[in-house]
């Protein structure tokens, strides 16, 4: 069932707050719908993020790139967040426009529920942070955006900001480091500098820029894939996971799928009452009991 409403002392920012304020590295799955936003609280994990590739992949079937729209990215990240009480990050892309349109969108994603939005400094249409072929915008135009987002949070917006560059692939670490120290600078809540490609530009980037800082852990990406305890010794704030749920359940359709073609009955992963149970058929049978009428 839905999360009932949270008093401003609970609301998703202030949960993000608490936890960034912990001191320990949080390991933070990525979602694509309700569902798996609500299997990876009922995991334990404290947090959790909805990835844009997912998204595209789950929701339009499409890649990332830059070819899903702010209104189906806030109205996929509504179902989310009210599916869970855990903080959830959502991918705000670009912004989806000017300075106008960040503020907008950060603003969008704060009613929807988000704890934090994502903003990066690549030039539309964007794509995935560890493919080919993406551009980053001009330094001015990186900080207005950020800017604006800042804005919009001091301004009465109930979201922390997350900033993203991927300048590391087009403009190489030093021009990343920088852009990431003057994301800091502006005031963004957590700094994320997309596809270093060693653990020394790991090292140097937690090194050289304040504040709580994202690492990517991407199966096969440009990134070293390093244990938690490790990313934590580094300086870490949260280790993000954004397509192992998707890669997994879209290796079981599939391995489900063959074994049917050739004639087989897949043998299911969970019991038919655990598959109800993880949907939430005991919670709204609960709830329901409350209004059945005396006989």
Same mark, same amino acid.
């Given at each position: 069932?839905?999360?009932?409403?949270?008093?401003?002392?609970?609301?998703?920012?202030?949960?993000?707050?608490?936890?960034?304020?912990?001191?320990?590295?949080?390991?933070?799955?990525?979602?694509?719908?309700?569902?798996?936003?609500?299997?990876?609280?009922?995991?334990?994990?404290?947090?959790?993020?909805?990835?844009?590739?997912?998204?595209?992949?789950?929701?339009?079937?499409?890649?990332?790139?830059?070819?899903?729209?702010?209104?189906?990215?806030?109205?996929?990240?509504?179902?989310?967040?009210?599916?869970?009480?855990?903080?959830?990050?959502?991918?705000?892309?670009?912004?989806?426009?000017?300075?106008?349109?960040?503020? #907008?969108? &950060?603003? +969008?994603?704060?009613? !929807?529920?988000?704890?934090?939005?994502?903003?990066?400094?690549? %030039?539309? @249409? /964007? $794509?995935?942070?560890?493919?080919?072929?993406?551009?980053?915008?001009?330094?001015?135009?990186?900080?207005?955006?950020?800017?604006?987002?800042?804005?919009?949070?001091?301004?009465?917006?109930?979201?922390?900001?997350?900033?993203?560059?991927?300048?590391?692939?087009?403009?190489?670490?030093?021009?990343?480091?920088?852009?990431?120290?003057?994301?800091?600078?502006?005031?963004?809540?957590?700094?994320?500098?997309?596809?270093?490609?060693?653990?020394?530009?790991?090292?140097?980037?937690? #090194?050289? &820029?304040? +504040?709580?800082?994202? !690492?990517?852990?991407?199966?096969?990406?440009?990134?070293?894939? %390093?244990? @938690? /305890? $490790?990313?934590?010794?580094?300086?870490?704030?949260?280790?993000?996971?954004?397509?192992?749920?998707?890669?997994?359940?879209?290796?079981?359709?599939?391995?489900?799928?063959?074994?049917?073609?050739?004639?087989?009955?897949?043998?299911?992963?969970?019991?038919?009452?655990?598959?109800?149970?993880?949907?939430?058929?005991?919670?709204?049978?609960?709830?329901?009991?409350?209004?059945?009428?005396?006989?």
């Amino acid at each position: 069932m839905s999360a009932l409403p949270q008093s401003p002392m609970e609301s998703p920012a202030n949960k993000l707050r608490q936890l960034l304020n912990s001191g320990s590295l949080l390991l933070m799955p990525c979602c694509f719908d309700a569902l798996s936003a609500r299997i990876i609280e009922a995991a334990g994990f404290p947090l959790t993020f909805m990835s844009g590739f997912a998204v595209s992949a789950t929701r339009l079937g499409l890649p990332d790139t830059g070819l899903i729209s702010y209104g189906e990215m806030v109205d996929q990240g509504r179902n989310i967040c009210a599916s869970v009480s855990i903080p959830v990050i959502g991918d705000g892309d670009t912004g989806y426009g000017n300075a106008m349109n960040v503020r #907008r969108t &950060v603003a +969008g994603y704060a009613r !929807a529920g988000f704890a934090c939005i994502m903003l990066e400094d690549q %030039l539309a @249409p /964007k $794509r995935c942070g560890h493919t080919q072929g993406k551009m980053v915008v001009e330094r001015a135009e990186a900080l207005q955006r950020i800017r604006a987002a800042v804005d919009c949070r001091e301004e009465g917006c109930d979201i922390l900001i997350m900033a993203r560059t991927d300048a590391r692939a087009t403009h190489g670490f030093r021009e990343a480091l920088w852009r990431a120290q003057a994301f800091a600078g502006l005031g963004a809540d957590i700094v994320f500098l997309e596809a270093p490609e060693s653990e020394e530009e790991l090292r140097a980037f937690c #090194r050289e &820029v304040p +504040g709580p800082k994202m !690492a990517n852990m991407l199966e096969e990406g440009k990134t070293p894939l %390093l244990p @938690p /305890k $490790r990313l934590q010794e580094l300086g870490f704030a949260i280790a993000a996971y954004p397509l192992t749920l998707l890669n997994h359940a879209i290796g079981a359709m599939q391995q489900a799928l063959r074994e049917l073609k050739d004639g087989r009955q897949p043998q299911p992963p969970l019991s038919f009452a655990e598959l109800r149970r993880v949907v939430g058929f005991a919670e709204y049978s609960q709830e329901e009991e409350r209004y059945h009428l005396p006989d």
